[in-house]
């Protein structure tokens, strides 16, 4: 069951757009002033189409310089202007927004993708209905750095890195845990996450990192990889790691990993019948027992 979202009295239907974009020349992910940021690109083509302004949302605000090849969003449109989305004469096999989907190809700069585009499900919220996220996080520690074709989503390593200490100390951060120590302060925001896959893997030079979370907060990602990057490094034990859980604000004791490695690379929701119900439990704001 695929039914619109309906704003009370009617009037709005809400779309789900899933999206991929290379964040090498975006000033991350929101809208900012005098910034060139992927929604606000992808705002801009959209407000063209349908002739009235149009705001997304998105499951994850990335960074400047952060990556996506699953980044989803849903967006409202006013009812009436819907029907600009339609061409006056469809391709057999097109789905209802796959003209809308070509159509974008064309407003949009090379560096940012429309995918697909669907009516979302009742109760859907890009963010707030997700039940986690998944990234990863690639470096190449060949000696002359990184292959041309990977030089914007691959970071340069010059050192030798041992990914069995650097599995060793990500465990114990697995679970719910406050990771003040690795978020960069945001007013009112918690600190609180599940992490709910930390490894790595190696094949040959290239060494990467899996993440996931049911969410995270502002360059948790970034801050995690950098500082297990020094245990790598033989900089740190792997116990240290778990030790700035202790913290209860963001740590000064590593750098966070630059942008250029990091991908958001998938997003998963529940079943259609779970969204609301999801989006009521994401929504409240956690406390941490001691």
Not at 4 to 18: I, K, Q
Not at 80 to 107: H, I, K, Q, S
Not at 224 to 248: K, M, N, Q, S, Y
Request: proline letters at 7%; hydrophobic letters at 40%; glycine letters at 8%.
């Amino acid at each position: 069951m695929n039914n619109p979202v309906t704003a009370p009295g009617g009037g709005v239907v809400r779309l789900r757009l899933d999206i991929a974009y290379d964040g090498t020349d975006f000033a991350g992910w929101a809208v900012q002033a005098s910034q060139r940021t992927v929604a606000g690109v992808i705002e801009d083509a959209l407000s063209t189409v349908f002739r009235t302004r149009i705001q997304l949302r998105a499951a994850g605000r990335t960074d400047t310089g952060v990556h996506a090849t699953a980044q989803v969003a849903h967006a409202d449109i006013p009812a009436d202007a819907l029907p600009r989305a339609y061409p006056r004469t469809t391709r057999p096999g097109d789905a209802e927004f796959t003209p809308l989907v070509r159509r974008l190809a064309r407003l949009l700069p090379g560096d940012v993708r429309v995918l697909d585009i669907v009516r979302a499900p009742a109760g859907f919220d890009a963010r707030f209905s997700a039940l986690r996220r998944h990234y990863t996080y690639r470096l190449s520690t060949a000696p002359y750095g990184v292959e041309p074709q990977d030089t914007r989503f691959v970071t340069a390593w010059p050192r030798p890195l041992d990914v069995d200490a650097m599995n060793e100390a990500s465990r114990p951060l697995l679970g719910l845990h406050d990771f003040a120590a690795f978020c960069r302060h945001r007013e009112g925001a918690t600190t609180i996450r599940e992490l709910q896959r930390l490894d790595w893997t190696r094949d040959g030079h290239r060494v990467t990192a899996h993440v996931t979370a049911d969410a995270f907060c502002w360059s948790m990602v970034r801050s995690l990889v950098g500082a297990i990057l020094a245990v790598g490094e033989h900089r740190r034990e792997p116990g240290w790691l778990a030790g700035l859980l202790t913290a209860d604000r963001r740590s000064s004791e590593f750098a966070a990993a630059p942008p250029q490695g990091l991908t958001l690379v998938g997003v998963d929701y529940p079943p259609d019948d779970e969204l609301e119900a999801r989006t009521h439990i994401t929504r409240d704001l956690r406390i941490l027992d001691k």
